[in-house]
């Protein structure tokens, strides 16, 4: 279903590793939501400290100065291009002067590892956690340089000048009795935003790919929220290439993550800013990117752009440029179908969330047969609520700037399938526009509401939707009613018929729900221990449940309660990521090329549906 060739090189692009060693980290991962993945918060302070040095070098040929970014474990490794890098690096180092001043990043070291050099963070600077991984980074390059001996040399160097290195693990000074002050201090100022500058530096080949690359700058300033970083872009040619930048930087499998704050561009300058979602720690601060044109020399040449697969270029036989004539998604008209998921509102049934992760499976398996899926999610206003941020630095006044949430992808594809999803708020004209939006753009649009039709409750946007399909948890029809048992007998029961016996599951499951709109059918919900096909009482049962207006559309395999985010889940949860024992993604693909099925059989497989779905409904009464 997915193509571990296409995961690599969506990697590899960004990173600048090599295919055969992204191929070999991803192909360890359980999921593929996060293709780069992120630092922890001591190791992206001290990959920070690292970004701000290289991000200062004038002259650099690459991004930072760096060839290769190489997520290995919980630690980087680096492959810089030139001597320069490594000695900017060196500056970064503490040491105390003759006359008493500290220079450098008081706790930071560097010791020869190999023919490379570790860099990492003395155990007083940072807060260890119980079985945490102390923060480290490997440097390695430039072809032919020696480092041992290059870090020998700046030994020599900082003591022939009579001061006192404080760099080797091996001698560690004991640290400071007082917190210097942030003004004095890079490790306190870039650990309200060390997130991002970690985020910059594990993806240093993003600038290279755009189209004029000519060098970056990357700076730092304080702000009344935190720190902001800034990235000085140096353009060759016409064009700035700012879509396919902002599109890399909000993408959550590859990118950042971010969001869009503004964005302004004229015929000399183009300046856009970025801003973190609500809620991350290590993020508070804004990402403002200035791209510029940059004098011509000649030494300077015009570079096209290179292929991102990550955000659907395509790479040609005879040149690996990018399709620049391919239309904007946003301009396609595709007259897609709505399918909304709800759920009986009971204490004990489908929750939210668990309809949410159905949609998506669902929706992957339709984006691996090659449709453009989204997956719409409406929410109640955020009430204000949450964690105190332990990044929040001592001179923040003001909260980090927001902007609403947009489209973010949540898998890559092969193509053409595409896999979306977007939260928007519980309003009726919001909704109305996201769908609207949605319908022009996707092929099949699965909406996630509120389990609706509560008795003090109306769903604003049921008539949206094509089709409506009640989630529900599959139970076993009863046969039998067991009667009460007089003194001294045994206990007697009544054989229910196939007709009695859907009465019986409808009172039980659905008796007090009445819903408001009517529905095309059930899609139950079956755990990998009851994954048994119905026998003939079965099918009689759920034949009668058709004529009372719940048809079963179908069934979907869930394992167990599922937890968004990386990591958290023991089993795939879709077809686009690699497969395990339960549920297996036969059971997710015939299970959604049924439900797709019903609610399209004039359609061939994979092809795009009608405006709505052909589906005999009635209501419940």
Known sequence: MYSIDQISNAAAQITGESLEGARLRLGALQRFDQLIPAASADQALLESVLASALGA???????????????????????????????????RLPYRTKRGPWRGVRGLFAQSDGNRLRFGFLSWLYERQWRSVPPAVWVTGPHGEDLAELLSTHTDQICAAGHSVQW????????????????????????????????????????????????IRV?????????????????????FDEARLIE???????????????HACGAEECTVRLAPRPGMWGWRGALTVHSRHAEPGPHLQVSRPRPLTAIGDRLRVSRPETDAGSPDRSARDRSGAVIQLTGAPRPDGVRRDDLSW?????????????????VVLTQDRDRGF????????????????????????????????????????????????????????????????????????EHPFGPLADARILVHRAEPYERHIPLPATTG????????????????????????????????????????????????????????????????????PVNRGIIHG??????PPTVLDPEVEHPTHAQMTTSAAALARRLWPDAPPAAEPTNAPVTHVTSLS
């Open 248 to 262: 890399v930087l909000t993408d959550q499998v590859v990118g950042c993550g971010l969001r869009v704050l503004d």
């Open 566 to 571: 990386p990591g958290h889940s023991p089993h």
């Open 489 to 556: 007998q045994d206990a007697k029961a009544v054989t229910l018929t196939p007709a009695e016996s859907a009465v019986q599951w409808r009172q039980q499951e659905l008796g007090r729900w009445t819903p408001r709109h009517p529905l095309a059918g059930m899609l139950l919900l079956v755990s990998a221990d009851q994954n048994v096909p119905p026998d003939d009482f079965d099918l009689a049962v759920e034949d009668q449940l058709a004529r009372y207006g719940t048809p079963v559309l179908g069934r979907f």
């Open 358 to 374: 159905v949609a998506e499976q669902i929706a992957a398996v339709w984006t691996a047969q090659g449709l453009a899926t989204a």
């Open 168 to 215: 080797d693990p091996q001698c560690p000074e004991p640290g400071p009795k007082r917190q210097e002050p942030f003004t004095r201090s890079l490790v306190r100022r870039l650990s309200a935003s060390h997130a991002m500058g970690s985020a910059l530096l594990r993806r240093p080949r993003l600038w290279d790919s755009l189209a004029g690359y000519a060098g």
């Open 219 to 239: 700076d730092t300033r304080m702000s009344d929220y935190g720190l902001d970083w800034i990235v000085e872009r140096q353009v060759m040619g016409r064009q």
């Open 57 to 91: 070098v004038n002259g650099q040929t690459r991004p930072f100065g760096v060839r290769e970014a190489r997520p290995v474990d919980k630690g980087l490794v680096l492959r810089v291009e030139r001597t320069e890098n490594v000695q900017a690096l060196f500056e």
């Open 386 to 457: 949450g964690f105190g941020d332990p990044g929040q630095p001592a001179w923040a006044t003001a909260p980090v700037p927001d902007t609403a949430e947009g489209w973010r992808r949540l898998r890559i594809a092969p193509p053409p399938g595409e896999l979306w999803s977007l939260k928007v708020s519980r309003d009726d004209e919001a909704v109305a526009v996201a769908l609207e939006h949605a319908r022009r753009t996707y092929d099949r649009v699965i909406l996630i509401g509120r389990n609706d039709d509560w008795p003090y409750q």
